[in-house]
């Protein structure tokens, strides 16, 4: 896949750093895991420049103390649009920027109509990471459970350039849904699963307009991503 690259202000060696720091733990957190799976994702331990600048997730995360009317955000390699949340006194899709109103906990989350986490306590930082959906500690980039989702989110984002948000449409959410039925967890699913999902939706979206811009992201891609986003979360607590 093509690696987009821009001009960037984060701190590479930084991210580096924190790669390899969590590298080591990120894959000992979830017991529903093939051993299989972990050893086919690969690690960032090479890590390429990121895609998203440090200047642009200042920006993303200032919403959040701006909109006191939205409880939170969801996260990945940027805030990510098109999510379903459920919560006691709300029913909601996750807007622009991943930015969210729901005023009770827990908050279960969906990809269309599958269940992908449940949120028990909301972050004191009011960011829903991908870790965080899975139950997983925010560490954890490179866990397999995390590349997974990690890769449709980012994979799925309509305009494929992921600095701007990713924003998955009805139409592929509703493609997703299909692929994903016969699934009871994104755990129970392999990688070979997930890359099959992503390419059928891919394939379908290309068969009704060939100038849809959706872009598979390698594991390796979809980690680098998310593990650079982690770093430039501004420290509160």
Partial sequence: MIFYKYSRRVTYFFVFMLAISISGCGGGSSDTSSSSTQNSLP???????PLVSAIQYKDLFKLIDTQSDQTALIMDAYGVEGLHIVCSSANVLSKKNGLFKCNDIPLNIYLG????????????????????????????TVHPDVTKLSMILQSLDENGNLDDGINITQESMELLDNELANFTSLQKMTLNDV???????????????????????????????LTNALANTPPKG
Wanted: proline share 5%.
């Fill in 43 to 49: 690690s960032t331990n090479n890590v390429e420049e």
């Fill in 113 to 140: 109509n599958f269940k992908i986490g449940t949120i028990s306590k909301l972050p004191n930082d009011k960011i829903i990471y991908t870790q965080d959906i899975l139950n997983l500690p925010r560490a954890a």
């Fill in 195 to 225: 890359n099959n999902a992503i390419n059928n939706v891919i394939e379908a979206r290309k068969a009704n307009d060939v100038n849809t811009k959706l872009i598979k992201v390698s594991p390796k891609d979809a980690q680098i991503n």
